[in-house]
Structure formats: C-alpha cells, structure tokens
C-alpha cells in the first residue's frame, strides 16, 4: 500500500503545472523566516527530485529555493534591526525569549558572531531565529548576512542533491519499500498465525 499511496503523490506532483510547481516551492522557501514551521528544507528536496522526475535543472531549481529563503531571511534582518527595542518589548518576543535570557544570548552573539550565525543556520528550530536575534543585538550586516547565506548555500546544495539522488533512484527505492513492506507483511502474518 505504501508504494501505491507514493506512486499518487509522487504521480499527483509530477502532473502540476511546471510554473505552479516553481512558484509554491519559491513561496515555502521563502516563508521559513517569516513563519518557521513552513517546511522549507521538504520544499528545497522535493524541488530537487521534481526537477529530475519532470527533465527540469534541480540546480536551477535549488537555486531558486535559496535565493527566495535569502531574500527573505534578509528582510527579515533589517525589519528586526530597524524596530530592536519595539522586537524586544512585544509580547509575543518576551514569551519567546524571557528577558532573563536575553543578556545571554547577547553575551553569545558578541562572542561567536558570524561563526555562531553560521553554525546556527544548520540547526532546526533555530535557523529562521538566528537573524532575527542578531539583528536586536546589533550583530552588523556583514557579521550577519554573509555567513548565514554560506551556511544557506551549502545546506541547500545538500538538499538539491538529495532530492536529486532521490529522483533518480526513485524507481529502485519505490520497488526496495515494496520488497521490505512484503517481507513484513509476511513476517507480520506469520507471527500473528502462530500466535492464534
């Protein structure tokens, strides 16, 4: 069953209009540093394996992705930046960072700066807080905005070829599952055979 339910995604997502297809990913993308839940790695590595799957450039593709996640990252840096003190005194920031932490925090980013920003931008759950937080505590562009875009390239390069790798190997990985899921499906039936 699970290669069928695949088979209709996968077939459902290679049916999409080439431009539609471009346009949500670029959105997901971009999204990451405005409302981080948004999936925007899935978005990056399904791009890839689209690419391949539809006889499109993942690398353009790939591309596309990252800049749009920049473009974003970096307004998100400078709208931060221009309003720090309004950032910090708001609700929703003081119920994600308490004020106790804050100095913390600050010490961390005078002492790693760029380094930290780029370590940063790897981790889940921090990459789309890293800016943001540089920005309140005045980290400069340059400290800022470079490294994390390096971190970014190279992230999203793994991903491009991953997705890729995927795609092309989709049809030896869809016929592996359905081998696996078989073999438990027997394994399954004859524990509960013995069992009875």
Request: net charge positive; charged share 15%; proline share 7%.
């Amino acid at each position: 069953r699970i290669p069928v339910a695949m088979d209709t995604i996968v077939d459902f997502i290679l049916a999409q209009d080439p431009l539609l297809v471009i346009f949500l990913l670029v959105l997901l993308s971009a999204l990451e540093n405005v409302f981080p839940p948004v999936p925007a790695d899935v978005a990056a590595a399904l791009g890839a394996f689209w690419a391949v799957r539809t006889g499109h450039s993942p690398v353009w593709i790939g591309f596309l992705c990252f800049a749009a996640n920049q473009a974003s990252a970096i307004a998100v840096y400078y709208w931060v930046r221009a309003r720090g003190e309004a950032v910090l005194r708001s609700p929703v920031f003081r119920s994600l960072m308490p004020e106790e932490i804050q100095p913390l925090i600050e010490r961390n980013i005078d002492r790693f700066g760029g380094l930290g920003v780029f370590v940063s931008r790897f981790l889940p759950g921090l990459r789309a807080a890293v800016l943001p937080f540089a920005a309140i505590h005045r980290l400069s562009p340059a400290r800022t905005l470079f490294p994390a875009a390096a971190a970014s390239l190279l992230w999203y390069a793994a991903l491009t070829i991953a997705g890729s790798a995927l795609g092309l190997a989709y049809d030896e990985v869809k016929a592996t599952v359905a081998r696996v899921t078989g073999a438990l499906g027997v394994v399954g039936l004859t524990i509960a055979a013995i069992g009875l």
